[in-house]
C-alpha cells in the first residue's frame, strides 16, 4: 500500500487546510477564505499560463471551500480544462470538481460532454472509469442525450474490461432513473441479463442493480433474469464460505450480491416453473436454516451481513405470500430476534413482522408473539424502537386480542414520548372502535384517552365518539352517565367537556332520573367548567343549553337567567352574542311544540370511513400503514364502520363541523356515502364516465375522473393538427395498484378520422403515486365522436375497469385567426350559404359575465376580434381548424341578451359538419 | 380540493425540470418545485414530510439517496448525493439530520425514520457515517456498506482518522466512487477497490 503522501505533493492545499483549521473564530475563517478567493481569481486571471498543476492546487482549493459550504462562483472553465490534461490527477480533480459542483454552464456542458467523450473513446480503462463515474455522478439529461446509446455498447461488448463493465452498468442505471426515456431498449437488454451469468462478482453485483431498475419498469422484458437469478442465488447459498475469497465478508458469502438478488426476485411472482419454484425454496430455507446455525465469528459485521440477507430473504417470502410453512418459519425467527440483545435486531424484527402480521397465513403466528411486543414497549430505551413495537400491536390487533393491546396502548400512553402520542391516541381510537363488541367499552376507552391525553385528542377522535353514541341507541344512557361522572372531576380536559356538553345536551334526559344527576345538577356540572374553556366549547355548550331548555323545561329559568346575564348577551365575541341572543328569544317566544321539533334529538350519521382512520393514514404518509381492515379480518361485518381502505382526505377534509353547529343536519355528504359503495360496482359494467366531459371545451388542464381510489388528471396541448395529452393517474390510496393498463378505444368512424397513439404506463402504481401517460393525437379531418380511456387495475383483490371519455373535441384544432371589421365581413358574407350557417338560440345556465365569456370564447381556440361588431357586447370570433386532409376557417358571433337571460350564437364555416359540431360544443358552455 | 390536482401542476414544472436543456434555468425550477411543495403543504394542511417525499419519489427511487460524514461537532467532512437536489435543499437537509443525529444517545438503534427516509447511521471514533435510503431498502446491509467504506479508509490510510479526510478529502470522494456510484454497490471486494486505487496512485507518479 502506498504510504500516502499528505496532500500528494500539493502543498499549498495542506497549508490551506491548516490554516483554515487554526482559524480561531468564524470571521477569521471568512476572511481567510476570502484571501484566497482573491488570490485563486487573481491567478486565474493573470497573464502568465498556469500550468497543469497548479491549476490542480487551485480547483482543489475552490472544491475544499465550497465543501466548507460557502459558495463557488467561478474556476468552472479551469476544472473543465483540467480534462483534458493527460496527467491522471488533473483529469481526476477535473471530474471530482464536476461531479460535486454540478455547474450550471450550458457552454460548459458541452465541453464536459467532450470531455467525457473523449475520454470514453481513449480505451483506457482508467480513464474511461473516471468518465463513467462523472456521467454516473451528474446523470444530467444533456448527458443521458450526449451518452445513452454508447454506454450499452460499452457494457456488452466482449473486450470490455470487468471495472468499466461494473461502471458502466451503474452509469446506465442512473441514466434510466433520470432520463429512462433517453435509454434505448434494444438488443443489449437480453445481453445484459446474461451478466448475471459473468465471472467477476463484482460484474454481477453492478448488473444486478441495473436489472433491477429495469425489470421494475418493464418486468416481461427481463423474465428471464428470474431463472439466472436463482440459479446465482442457489450457488452462494451452497458455497463453502470461502469459495467466494474477497466476496466473502466476515465468513458471509456475497452478501451485498445475495441482497441484490432477492430484491430483484421481488420484482416478479413466484416462479411458475416447478422445479425453478422448488430451487427458491431451496435457497429460501437454506438461508432460514443459517440463521440457526451457530455464529461464525463473534464480530458484529458477520451477524449484520447474514442478517441482512435473512431480512432480505424474509421479504421475498412476504412478498410471495404463498409458501405457509415459509411464512411460519420467517415469523418464528422474527420472534426470536425479538428478543435478542442488539437493538438494532429487535428494531427490525418488529418492522419486519408488521408486514407479516398482514398475511392470512402468519397472522396468527405474529399474535402469539404479543407479551414480548408488549414488553417491548415497556422496556426499550429507544423512542423509535418504542415506535415499533406501537405498530406492530397495532397491525396484530384483532376482536380477539383488541381488549388487551388497547389497554395496553392506553397505559403506555401516560408515560409515552410526546412525539408519538397524537399517533399513538389515533390507533387506539380506531381499534377501539373497529374492534368494539360492546359500545360502553368503546366510550370507556375514548374518555379514557382523553382523561390520559387529552391535549393530543384531536378533534377528528371526539367528533367520531359522538357520532357513534348518536347513531347506537344502547350506547346512550351509559354514554350520558359516564360522561356525567367524568366530569365529576375536579380538573378535566376541555374535550371532555366538549363532549360531555354535547351527549348531555342529547342525552341527559336519560339520566336525569336519578336525583343525583338531575337537571339542574346536570347543568350546573356543565356550567361550572363553562369559564374555564375556550369560545368554541363554550359556543358548543350553549348550544347544550339550548338543548336542556327543551328537554327539562324546570331549569328553563336557570337557563334564562344565565343567557340573559351581560357576559352572554353582551359578549365580545361575535359567535356567542349571536347564539346566547338567538337562543334566549328562541326560549322565551316558541312554544313548547316549536321548541321540541326545532330541537330535537339529532338523527344518525351517514356511515362513512372513519374520519380517524382517514387522519392516521394522512399522518403515516401513504403506504405506511399496515391495513388492518382488509377483507381477510373484516370479521364483524357490520356496517358501523365503512371498511374502506382508501385514502379519502375528502373525509377529513369536512370533518363534522356540524357538530358545532346544532341547526344544521349532520347529514353534509350523502355524495360520500355513495362514494363509499359504489367502487364495487365499476367492476360489473363499464360506463363511460362523460361528467367532466364538457368542462373541457373550453380548457385543456384539469381532473377529468376521480373515485375514491383513482384520480385521473389531463393536461393538453395542441398545435395544428396535432395534439398531446399528459395523463396523470394518481393512486389515491394506500395500497399498490397492480397491473394497471390502459388503453384508448375509438369507434369505427371516428378511427378515420381521429389517430390516438398511447404509450404504455408502468403497471404498478405504489399508493400514494401518481404517473403519468402520454397519449399522441392527430386529427385526420373533422369528427363528432371523441375517444375513451380504458383503465383496468387491480386493487386489493378486484379488477377495477373505468372508462372515461376523453375531452378531444374538434375545437381543440383551433389555431386563432386575426383579422380586420372589413375581412371579417367580406368572409362573413362569402359563407352565407345556408348549410354553412348553424345558429342556436338558448338560455344562459351561468351568470352572463362578460369576462367570463370572453375566456371561454378564447379556452374554445379562436381568436377575440375588437371592434367588429357594432354592438360591443357582442363577441366575435375567427379561427382556423386544422385537419390533416384540409384546414377550415370558421367565423362566429355570439350575442348575449341580458334582459332575457337568452344567448344567440351564429357559426359560420366553409363545412356543415364542422359548423353544426362545433355549435354544440360551445353552445353548451354558457 | 383533492392534493392530487395540485399535483398535476407540480408534474408540469416537473415535466419542465427534466426537459429543459439549460442547467442553470433547471435548477431554479427545481428550487421552485421545492418551494412549490413547502407552500402546497400549508394551504393543504399536508404534513410536509410526505410531500417531501413525492418529491423523493418523483426523482424515482434510488437505493441511497445520499450519504454525509460529520463529526461530533456537527462539521460536515464529506457529502455524496445520488438525488437531484439543490444546494439550498441540500443544506436545509444537512442541518436537520446532523441534529437528530447528534442528539441520540450512544447505545440507541442505528435506524431511524426521518421524513419519509430511513436513515443508517453509525459512529466511528470522532466521525459519523450517515446513510438515507427508501423505505423498503434493507438497513443492515446498508450499515455494512458503511462499515465496508471505513475499512476501505482504513486500509488506504493506514488506521484512518479524522484528519487523514479533512486533508485528503478528494481521495475519500475517489474511495468512495469506486465502492459505490450512483448509490448502489460498485465493487464489494476490498482487494479489488483498493486495487482501482493503487493503479490510479501509480499513475500519478509518472
Known sequence: MPTVSKGDGMRGLAVFISDIRNCKSKEAEIKRINKELANIRSKFKGDKALDGYSKKKYVCKLLFIFLLGHDIDFGHMEAVNLLSSNKYTEKQIGYLFISVLVNSNSDLIRLINNGIKNDLASRNPTFMNLALHCIANVGSREMAEAFAFEIPSILVAGDTMDSVKQSAALCLLRLNRTSPDLVPMGEWTARVVHLLNDQHLGVVTAATSLITTLAQKSPDDFKTSISLAVARLSRIVTSASIDLQDYTYYFVAAPWLSVKLLRLLQCYPPPEDAALRSRLTECLETILNKAQEPPKSKKVQHSNAKNAVLFEAISLIIHHDSEPTLLVRACNQLGQFLQHRETNLRYLALESMCTLASSEFSHEAVKTHIDTVINALKTERDVSVRQRAVDLLYAMCDRSNAKQIVAEMLSYLETADYSIREEIVLKVAILAEKYAVDYTWYVDTILNLIRVAGDYVSEEVWYRVIQIVINRDDVQGYAAKTVFEALQAPACHENLVKVGGYILGEFGNLIAGDSRSSPLVQFNLLHSKFHLCSVPTRALLLSAYIKFINLFPEVKATIQDVLRSDSQLRNADVELQQRAVEYLKLSCIASTDILATVLEEMPPFPERESSILAKLKKKKGPGKLPDIDDNRRNVNGSSEHSENTDTTSKASAHPFTDILNLNSTPSTGPNLLVDVFSDSSTSASVDVSEDNFSRFVCKNNGVIYENQLLQIGLKSEYRQNLGRIYVFYGNKTSTQFLSFSSFVTTSDILKSQLNVHAKTVDPVIEGGAQVQQILNIECVSDFIDAPVLNIQFRYGGTLQNIAVKLPVMLNKFFQPTEMTSQDFFQRWKQLGAPQQEVQKIFKAQHPMDTDVTKAKILGFGVALLDGVDPNPANFVGAGVIHTKSTQVGCLLRLEPNAQAQMYRLTLRTSRESVSQRLCELLGEQF | ?206
Open chain 2, 1 to 206: 380540493m383533492h392534493f392530487l390536482y395540485p399535483m398535476c401542476c407540480f408534474n408540469s414544472l416537473l415535466n419542465l425540470t427534466c426537459q429543459n436543456q439549460n442547467n442553470y434555468i433547471q435548477d431554479h425550477l427545481k428550487s421552485a418545485l421545492f418551494d412549490a411543495f413547502c407552500l402546497t403543504a400549508d394551504v393543504f394542511n399536508r404534513p410536509l414530510c410526505s410531500l417531501i417525499s413525492l418529491f423523493f419519489h418523483f426523482f424515482s427511487s434510488f437505493q441511497m439517496q445520499f450519504m454525509l460524514l460529520f463529526s461530533r461537532q456537527g462539521k460536515l467532512r464529506l457529502q455524496k448525493w445520488y438525488v437531484p437536489l439543490s444546494d439550498k435543499e441540500k443544506k436545509k437537509i444537512t442541518r436537520e439530520l446532523v441534529q437528530t443525529v447528534l442528539a441520540r444517545k450512544p447505545k440507541m438503534c442505528s435506524f431511524l425514520e426521518w421524513r419519509d427516509l430511513k436513515i443508517v447511521y453509525k459512529r466511528y471514533a470522532s466521525l459519523y457515517f450517515c446513510c438515507a435510503i427508501e423505505d423498503q431498502d434493507n438497513e443492515l446491509i446498508t450499515l455494512e456498506i458503511i462499515h465496508r467504506y471505513v475499512e476501505l479508509l482504513d486500509k488506504y490510510f493506514g488506521s484512518v482518522c479524522e484528519l487523514d479526510i479533512i486533508f485528503n478529502f478528494e481521495k475519500a470522494y475517489f474511495i468512495l466512487d469506486e465502492f459505490l456510484l450512483g448509490g448502489e454497490a460498485q465493487e464489494t471486494s476490498k482487494k479489488n477497490v483498493l486495487k482501482a486505487i493503487e493503479q490510479a496512485d501509480l499513475l500519478q507518479e509518472v
